[in-house]
């Protein structure tokens, strides 16, 4: 049995990254033989406003140093709009940087960005197309919008909830996103993405929402899980986090399953046979972050 070390480099604010990315990785080790330990680095932000997030990102060396100290086998940059409102495309800049302070240090590790990983797991999806919801303020979630098209996706429908204080973000109620995602104009969307944020919770409504919209549903936490995974080299799976880690995907199956063909992206998600094991309670396994 192997253990992974999963560093996280994480908004000093946000509660919800230790929380979410812990519960997806514990749910899938009740069906593989993986184990995983999480270790954080904090960079101070309290607000979501363009100049502390520049603030903070030119912090993330620091933290990518301070995890590589612990000989982490992959680091996830949890603060997308931070990437995001940097410029298009920079999180493969930001990823490669931190990258190399990791070679620098003596140990190194692969990077994920939450800003990349929304764009390599919709890619995943085949999604060229979708609706999206973000706590952000409307010019930063005009950036994401934006940010996205640069990437080949576009967001025909986005709603902007204007939750400008980071914690208060953590404190918005998931049970909330679904209604909130079907009252976008979703007909013609790919996929939806349920949260854009790392901080605003949504495990607890993903497959509700899922079953809702009838379509594939993903969050910037999900697909962080998933690019994590596949940065170590692991099926990207877990059970209870809908679509993209249901093992339907290349690159991501069930250890019970083995290689499958990409699903396509029309009409509901596929339905994929669980490995016969018994889920935590609860939603993954943990209660939603209030």
Do not use: W
Not at 145 to 161: K, P, Q, R, S
Not at 201 to 220: D, F, H, I, T, Y
Request: charge should be negative; proline fraction near 10%; aromatic fraction near 4%.
């Amino acid at each position: 049995m192997t253990t992974y070390r999963i560093g996280q480099i994480v908004p000093s604010s946000n509660v919800t990254m230790e929380t979410e990315v812990p519960a997806l990785l514990r749910a899938r080790e009740t069906v593989a033989p993986e184990r995983f330990t999480f270790h954080s680095s904090r960079m101070r932000m309290t607000r979501v406003t363009p100049e502390q997030l520049r603030a903070m990102d030119a912090d993330s060396d620091r933290c990518a140093l301070e995890l590589s100290d612990a000989r982490v086998d992959v680091l996830g940059y949890a603060c997308l709009v931070a990437v995001m409102s940097t410029g298009p495309g920079y999180h493969r800049e930001s990823e490669q940087r931190l990258h190399r302070r990791t070679v620098e240090n003596g140990a190194p590790a692969p990077v994920v960005t939450s800003a990349g990983a929304l764009v390599a797991g919709l890619h995943v999806l085949g999604a060229k197309k979708v609706a999206l919801v973000a706590p952000y303020l409307r010019p930063l979630a005009r950036t994401v919008v934006d940010y996205l098209a640069h990437e080949g996706i576009t967001v025909i429908d986005h709603a902007a909830l204007e939750i400008p204080d980071n914690l208060a973000v953590a404190a918005h109620d998931p049970a909330r996103l679904p209604g909130i995602a079907a009252r976008l104009a979703h007909a013609d969307a790919d996929a939806v993405v349920l949260s854009a944020c790392v901080q605003m919770p949504s495990l607890a409504a993903v497959e509700e929402a899922e079953q809702q919209l009838g379509k594939p549903v993903v969050s910037a936490a999900i697909c962080t899980v998933h690019q994590l995974l596949r940065a170590l080299g692991l099926p990207a799976f877990a059970p209870g986090a809908g679509a993209l880690l249901s093992g339907a995907y290349a690159g991501s199956t069930s250890p019970a399953q083995g290689p499958t063909p990409a699903a396509p992206v029309s009409g509901p998600p596929a339905v994929v046979p669980q490995p016969p094991a018994a889920p935590p309670s609860g939603p993954l396994g943990c209660a939603p972050t209030v």
